[in-house]
């Protein structure tokens, strides 16, 4: 991409020049293609994903300053903040809406998403949580019951034991 003549494209852009505009556009063509074939989004296609990096190449030049003379970068950076950005309000979106939002137990509070979670804390939650979910379920019942008495209420295992009948040391 020669920068000299996209920062000419861009003066003629803020000018008014319509041209100009089209030819930007096939400047960055190829960034945003390679940009959107890298990106997956459950429920947009790669037309949908072209679609917001050309919004935000707009949206660079309407902001942009020319005496800046840095519009590649500018855009570059941009484009690729943007699409990371749409990546996690999607993500936050998805998780509360349709059928994931569904919950049928009394600490809903829980299962609602924070903007304090980062993308990373919530995928490794998400593997904490199936792991768990796994060693629960490999547990022989008397296990599930002891880890139900003492954790969900609260009780200790000195509890446990005299109502078992066992000996707590």
């Given amino acids: 991409m020669d920068f000299n003549y996209v920062e000419e494209l861009v003066y003629k852009c803020k000018n008014g020049d319509k041209l100009s505009k089209e030819k930007l556009v096939e ?12 990106t997956f989004i459950d429920g947009y296609d790669i037309h949908d994903l072209h679609n917001e ?31 990371n950005d749409f990546i996690k309000r999607t993500k936050t979106k998805s998780s509360t809406e349709g059928n994931e939002a569904l ?29 768990l979910r796994l060693a629960l ?15 969900f209420k609260d009780n200790t295992i000195q509890t446990y034991a005299y109502i078992k009948n066992r000996e707590c040391s």
């Avoid at 707009?58 to 500018?74: D, P, Q, W």
């Fill in 27 to 38: 400047e960055f063509r190829p960034l945003i293609i390679n940009i959107s074939k890298k």
């Fill in 53 to 83: 990096c050309y919004k935000t190449l707009f949206k660079c030049l309407e902001l942009y300053n020319l005496e800046k003379h840095r519009f590649v970068a500018y855009a570059t950076n941009a484009i690729k903040n943007n699409m």
């Fill in 103 to 131: 919950s049928l137990h009394d600490d809903i509070e829980k299962d609602l998403p924070s903007n304090d979670i980062g993308l990373d804390d919530l995928f490794c939650s998400e593997c904490d949580y199936t792991d």
């Fill in 137 to 151: 379920n490999n547990l022989n019942e008397d296990e599930k019951e002891l880890i139900d008495f003492l954790f």
